[in-house]
């Protein structure tokens, strides 16, 4: 099972998003082990500074990146979050029984 990874890069001041692919088993979830090899092929040599905020540093303190912090894991499976302009939308086009016609 494939499981796309979007990150942000920080170069300087610049936020830069990116996203690399991790291979996984059925019913699998990436390890920080995975997430460094990725990483590396990429051409970032870091380390996780916090697994709380899946937030990387560079191994080497002279390195062009500041750090890189994983945003979404997407293996495909469906997603519950709420989507605000649908609902908007929806909520506007709908009659409110509150609301005088």
Not at 5 to 22: C, N, Q, T, W
Not at 35 to 44: E, I, N, S, T, V
Not at 56 to 67: A, M, N, Q
Request: with cysteine; proline share 5%.
């Amino acid at each position: 099972m494939e499981c796309i990874v979007r990150f942000e890069v920080m170069h300087g001041e610049a936020a830069k998003d990116l996203r690399g692919l991790i291979i996984l088993g059925k019913d699998e979830r990436p390890t920080e082990d995975q997430f460094l090899k990725m990483f590396a092929r990429m051409g970032y040599n870091v380390r996780l500074d916090d697994a709380e905020q899946l937030l990387f540093k560079p191994v080497d303190p002279s390195s062009e990146i500041r750090w890189l912090r994983i945003r979404e894991l997407d293996s495909g499976e469906e997603k519950t979050t709420e989507d605000r302009d649908l609902k908007s939308i929806i909520g506007n086009l709908l009659p409110n029984q509150n609301r005088p016609i």
